[in-house]
């Protein structure tokens, strides 16, 4: 027997995908799909703008069926587990403009500060209590804890987090308006890039000493 509170959900998770999948071409992140179906072929030499087919021949129903459903059994050093349903992880998504994932963040877990440069975010919390967070370019923060059944938007690339404030593991489900949304961890683009920025530009941008940048960056090797 499916519960109301479980149906609620669902329609709340149906809604935001239609809102996100709705044809205006002007908003579009994805350019649109020229053929009813295009399970991505991750193996092939080149991708441009998405993936190649697969031949038609070798698509099974499998293809179009993902699962949400497990909870994580190993959180990394952020308290988080990241199901994956970009097209990497769910290649039906290939060409169609959405991507979802699920995320679950352990008590005290965070999704650190970031942005996605090539979509808009929506999602739904599932479970547990979330605090999201956002932040504009003019360096304005805009705040609520949220409870299941509730529902987040993020404009595209803004800087934001979603932090467990509750005595409970949270999940929620992110949707985007892309296939492939992108992630910028404003952390590790600036203390691990390949070769290192310098730390006169960290030691000058943040306006304190080589010791407190050598401090950060010794953490984050310690925690890798």
Sequence with gaps: MISSSSMSLFGLLCGLIVLLMLPFPSRASDPDPLQDVCIADLNA???????????????????????????PTTFDVFKRAVTFGDVFGFPAVNTQGVSLFRLDLDVGGINPPHTHPRGTEAGIVT??????????TNNTFFSKVLTPGMV?????????????VGNEPATFIPIF????????????????????????????????????????????????
Excluded: M, W, Y
């Design 45 to 71: 030499p080149i991708s441009i703008n998405g993936f190649p087919c697969k031949p038609a021949s070798n698509v099974t129903s499998d293809d179009f069926f993902t699962d949400f459903s497990k909870d």
């Design 127 to 136: 479970r547990g209590t979330l605090l999201v967070g956002i932040v504009t």
């Design 152 to 164: 987040f938007l993020i404009p595209r690339a803004l800087v934001h987090f979603q932090l467990n």
């Design 177 to 224: 308006n892309t296939q492939n949304p992108g992630v910028s961890d404003s952390i590790s683009t600036i203390f691990d890039a390949t070769p290192p920025v310098p730390n006169e530009v960290l030691t000058k941008s943040f306006r304190v000493g080589d010791d407190v940048i050598n401090a950060i960056r010794a953490a984050r090797a310690q925690s890798s």
